[in-house]
């Protein structure tokens, strides 16, 4: 139907009505799974909260088919800007700069209320998605002594979590989340599916159950990989039918993500065949290794930093938000280091 469609497009609708048509059926197609027929509707010129859109529907859909890391990219850009409402046309943000008549336009530009993404149930795709992506990087980078930060927006959730006093049961969708990291941290799969598939948001899809079957997968296999990392130290072999046991996997499963994990040199361990067990090499770092790694990351820290403020440079004072002034505050700004200036001169020449 969706191929009819785009037929019936292309013989009515002039090159404006076509381009924001071709948009509308991929998204169409992006919600009903079929990837490879959208992605060729939307490439194409396209107006940029069409494309917003569209990008979050592909995001949505990579989730279900159960491509994790593609859906956190394509997810990270519009969740990451703390105003995806705006990006997505689905409200304003209040802003003092803003003239009546640009703010008519703006509202012009809305999306019916019918045509909504639910903001929640994208939140939820893309904080899941980071979870299954950052803990197992976080339990190996804890044994490696470096660590790169993958989703900032989900790093800020568990700091807010940690600097409470008091914490209770998980009442909203972050809070299941958060909870959930936690029980992944401690290799703890089943509380931690039970705190994920008990959000609400997850019922706005159009075929729940697949999706929190492919979910169920997802946190066995990334929390056997956590637990290997976080207590790899501690054993010198392990089991392959042990862990199949305690994750409830198949035995074919394990041995394919234990490998994966040897070969990408993740885990420093071998496969002995005959007795079904890995075998762990403990080797940890000397001193000068460490401080060497240290050295590194402290490196990388400052070469963003000194690109940010670069960055800055090059856009000035009147591109950086919140640093708009008005012409009186700028003259009187001046007027101070003018001042401060001849009182420099002036001390210097006494």
Same mark, same amino acid.
């Given at each position: 139907?969706?191929?009819?469609?785009?037929?019936?497009? *292309?013989?009515?609708? %002039?090159?404006?009505?076509?381009?924001?048509?071709?948009?509308?059926?991929?998204?169409?197609?992006?919600?009903?799974?079929?990837?490879?027929?959208?992605?060729?509707?939307? *490439?194409?010129?396209?107006?940029? =909260?069409?494309?917003?859109?569209?990008?979050?529907?592909?995001?949505?859909?990579?989730?279900?088919?159960?491509? &994790?890391?593609?859906?956190?990219?394509?997810? @990270?850009?519009?969740?990451?800007?703390?105003?995806?409402?705006?990006?997505?046309?689905?409200?304003?943000?209040?802003?003092?700069?803003?003239?009546?008549?640009?703010?008519?336009?703006?509202?012009?530009?809305?999306?019916? !209320?019918?045509?909504?993404?639910?903001?929640?149930?994208?939140?939820?795709?893309?904080?899941?998605?980071?979870?299954? @992506?950052? &803990?197992?990087?976080?339990?190996?980078?804890?044994?490696?002594?470096?660590?790169?930060?993958?989703?900032?927006?989900?790093?800020? +959730?568990?700091?807010?979590?940690?600097?409470?006093?008091?914490?209770?049961?998980?009442?909203?969708?972050?809070?299941?989340?958060?909870?959930?990291?936690?029980?992944?941290?401690?290799?703890?799969?089943?509380?931690?599916?039970?705190? =994920?598939?008990?959000?609400?948001?997850?019922?706005?899809?159009?075929?729940?159950? %697949?999706?929190?079957?492919?979910?169920?997968?997802?946190? +066995?296999?990334?929390?056997?990989?956590?637990?290997? !990392?976080?207590?790899?130290?501690?054993?010198?072999?392990?089991?392959?039918?042990?862990?199949?046991?305690?994750?409830?996997?198949?035995?074919?499963?394990?041995?394919?993500?234990?490998?994966?994990?040897?070969?990408?040199?993740?885990? @420093?361990?071998?496969?002995?065949?005959?007795?079904?067990? =890995?075998?762990? #090499? #403990?080797?940890?770092?000397?001193?000068? +290794?460490?401080?060497? &790694?240290?050295?590194?990351?402290?490196?990388?820290?400052?070469?963003?930093?000194?690109?940010?403020?670069?960055? @800055?440079? #090059?856009?000035?004072?009147?591109?950086? %938000?919140?640093?708009?002034?008005?012409?009186?505050?700028?003259? +009187?700004?001046?007027?101070?280091?003018?001042?401060?200036?001849? !009182?420099?001169?002036?001390?210097?020449?006494?």
């Amino acid at each position: 139907m969706i191929k009819d469609a785009h037929d019936f497009v *292309w013989c009515v609708c %002039p090159q404006i009505l076509y381009n924001r048509a071709l948009v509308q059926l991929g998204m169409c197609a992006f919600r009903h799974g079929m990837i490879k027929d959208a992605h060729d509707f939307v *490439w194409c010129v396209c107006p940029q =909260i069409l494309y917003n859109r569209a990008l979050v529907q592909l995001g949505m859909c990579a989730f279900r088919h159960g491509m &994790i890391k593609d859906a956190h990219d394509e997810l @990270l850009d519009i969740q990451s800007s703390g105003r995806s409402k705006e990006l997505l046309a689905q409200g304003l943000i209040a802003r003092h700069d803003r003239t009546p008549e640009q703010e008519k336009l703006e509202r012009r530009r809305q999306i019916p !209320f019918h045509m909504h993404i639910n903001l929640e149930l994208m939140e939820c795709v893309y904080l899941t998605s980071a979870m299954l @992506l950052e &803990i197992p990087y976080i339990a190996a980078a804890e044994t490696e002594g470096r660590r790169r930060m993958i989703s900032k927006s989900f790093h800020h +959730q568990l700091k807010h979590h940690e600097k409470q006093l008091l914490v209770g049961p998980p009442e909203s969708m972050r809070e299941h989340v958060v909870a959930a990291t936690h029980s992944m941290k401690r290799g703890d799969w089943r509380q931690c599916k039970e705190y =994920i598939l008990s959000i609400k948001a997850w019922d706005l899809f159009i075929d729940v159950e %697949p999706v929190k079957t492919l979910l169920t997968r997802k946190i +066995q296999e990334e929390t056997l990989r956590t637990y290997i !990392f976080a207590y790899g130290e501690i054993y010198d072999t392990l089991s392959l039918q042990s862990l199949s046991d305690m994750f409830e996997l198949p035995l074919k499963s394990v041995l394919s993500i234990v490998s994966k994990m040897i070969i990408k040199e993740e885990l @420093l361990a071998s496969l002995d065949e005959p007795t079904q067990t =890995i075998v762990l #090499h #403990h080797a940890k770092p000397s001193k000068v +290794q460490s401080q060497a &790694i240290l050295l590194a990351e402290k490196i990388g820290m400052l070469a963003e930093h000194n690109e940010e403020l670069m960055k @800055l440079k #090059h856009a000035g004072p009147w591109n950086v %938000p919140g640093s708009q002034q008005t012409g009186s505050s700028r003259q +009187q700004q001046s007027g101070w280091g003018q001042s401060n200036r001849n !009182f420099r001169r002036g001390v210097q020449v006494q």
